[in-house]
């Protein structure tokens, strides 16, 4: 424990925090029943799974759904309870890649030389927002934490037009007139490169991105005076045309339509049956908030089922006298 307070893990490991969690919920009584998969309601209203043995249907008072979205196919989270929904007719808008990659048209060269090398300390702009971090340059694009922060509103522009230009500042915490000062020095008989690395820092990665972006302007990048040179470092104008796909993302946007729950996270058209987490449509930030959105729903949803099963009238009582 660190002195803020804070706790820090000794090991890098997921494992054992499931082993203490598992243990923990068996030791509240809890029965977890593994390999069962949730096909929607029978005919009766039950709640319908295909397991093992064969089919299985429950009764249940009160039910949370808590599916996931899409992005994590290979652990279960594959959006499978999409359709489920429609034939429901609950309204779900369509899942999408969140906090993820996009695709950019690298050339051979770049993508050759480059693939998998970060970019740190960048800043990427668009639409009127800017977001500060680091990214990886892909085989095919772009990802990253600097790029997850905007995602949302570059994957709508793709969405509408088939392309979002973002710009991206090599050297966020440099004014542009500085960078020009700095490249105005003599740069004797060094490389531009080396010049760029020396004296701006620049890694290899974003010369090189500086390179591919001066291919459709009129002046080689060595050509360039000082001032356009550091126009172009503080905004290197980028073309994304697609996002990586959903399978690869963080997370997921889209889900169950929040005009489908009442206040207590029960969908409207199925009393008794919750739904929290990613299943709903919203997005947030990668990390702590995305992980504290999905806590916070599951909280609400199992206060929304207490509230459920406290207003329900037991045999041979009152609903009065039930609360």
């Known amino acids: 424990m660190g002195s803020s307070g804070r706790v820090f893990p000794k090991a890098l490991k997921t494992s054992p925090l499931l082993r203490a969690w598992l243990q923990r919920l068996d030791g509240l009584g809890v029965a977890l029943k593994p390999r069962q998969l949730w ?5 009766d209203g039950a709640l319908a799974f295909a397991g093992p043995q064969g089919p ?11 599916l996931g979205g899409a992005s994590w196919p290979r652990l279960g989270s594959d959006g499978g309870w999409v359709e489920v929904m429609r034939g429901a007719g609950i309204e779900v808008t369509p899942l999408a890649p969140a906090n993820c990659g996009f695709i950019a048209p690298w050339s051979d060269v770049f993508r050759r030389r480059f ?4 970019l740190k300390r960048i800043a990427l702009s668009f639409a009127g927002a ?3 971090g680091e990214a990886i340059i892909t085989r095919d694009g772009l990802e990253g934490g600097a790029v997850y922060g905007l995602s949302a509103p570059l994957r709508e522009a793709i ?9 991206i500042d090599l050297r966020p915490d440099l004014a ?3 960078l020009a000062q700095r490249l105005g020095a003599p740069r004797g008989k060094q490389s531009l490169a080396t010049f760029l690395r020396k004296t701006l ?3 290899p990665a974003a010369i090189g991105l500086l390179q591919e972006a001066a291919a459709g302007q009129p002046l080689r990048l060595s050509a360039m005076p000082p001032a356009l040179l550091a126009a172009l470092i503080k905004a290197v104008s980028m073309r ?6 959903l399978a690869g993302a963080i997370s997921t946007a889209g889900g169950i339509a929040f005009s489908e729950i009442d206040e207590r996270f029960m969908l409207r058209g199925r009393p008794g049956v919750f739904v929290a987490g990613e299943m709903l449509d919203w997005e947030a930030p990668t990390g702590g908030y995305l992980l504290q959105a999905a806590f916070a729903t599951g909280a609400a949803a199992a206060r929304g089922v207490l509230a459920w099963l406290g207003d329900r009238p037991g045999p041979g009582a009152t609903a009065a006298s039930q609360r």
Do not use: K, M, N, Y
């Open 56 to 66: 299985v249907s429950v009764h249940a008072d009160a039910a949370v759904l808590a």
């Open 159 to 167: 969405a509408a037009c088939g392309e979002a230009i973002v710009s």
């Open 240 to 245: 994304l045309t697609d996002t990586a796909p």
């Open 39 to 43: 096909t929607g309601w029978d005919h």
């Open 176 to 178: 542009v007139t500085a």
């Open 130 to 132: 800017r977001s500060r």
């Open 201 to 203: 820092a620049l890694a």
């Open 115 to 118: 693939e998998g090398a970060p």
